[in-house]
């Protein structure tokens, strides 16, 4: 049974290959360390609270324009409905008015934090999430590798596993 070959490029050249058991090997000590270091516990609890600033950040902003496309959508769409409203709120006691107002704005919050949130989703790192503990660990693999191949140069290290490797 023939091992997997693994070929090393940095910046799109390639730099050398090596067996797939000398590139595990690296990989798997790089995990483990990565996992016991606190530092990255705390930088990824920042990170963490940075997005969820610019998502609160976010919602605050989208709130007023998001209550303005709904009156606009519901006079357009519903006129008959907006008019009832409107005459329910005149014959409504102010209590009743600000509970409703209430009542509507946190449903607005809700669903605006749920679309931001399935925006953040499919967009990748739109709030700015980076994983602390892939990075890391990226960042060593990619250390180790040069240092086994004696690669001087810095930059973007891609590792291609396989027989036959096609880029």
Not at 94 to 118: D, G, K, N, P, S
Request: charged letters at 20%.
């Amino acid at each position: 049974m023939q091992s997997s070959v693994c070929r090393v490029y940095v910046n799109q050249v390639e730099v050398g290959a090596l067996p797939e058991q000398d590139y595990r090997s690296p990989v798997a000590e790089a995990q483990r360390e990565v996992k016991n270091e606190r530092r990255l516990y705390l930088a990824q609890a920042f990170n963490l609270i940075g997005c969820s600033y610019r998502v609160a950040k976010l919602t605050v902003f989208l709130l007023p324009l998001q209550l303005f496309f709904s009156v606009v959508a519901g006079l357009l769409f519903a006129p008959s409905m907006m008019a009832e409203l409107l005459e329910a709120m005149r014959h409504a006691s102010a209590t009743e008015v600000i509970a409703a107002m209430r009542t509507l704005v946190q449903i607005w919050v809700i669903i605006t934090i749920f679309l931001l949130f399935t925006v953040a989703m499919f967009s990748g790192n739109w709030f700015g999430y980076i994983n602390q503990f892939t990075k890391a660990v990226g960042e060593r693999i990619s250390l180790r590798i040069r240092a086994i191949l004696e690669v001087a140069a810095d930059g973007v290290v891609e590792v291609n596993i396989g027989k036959s490797c096609r880029r």
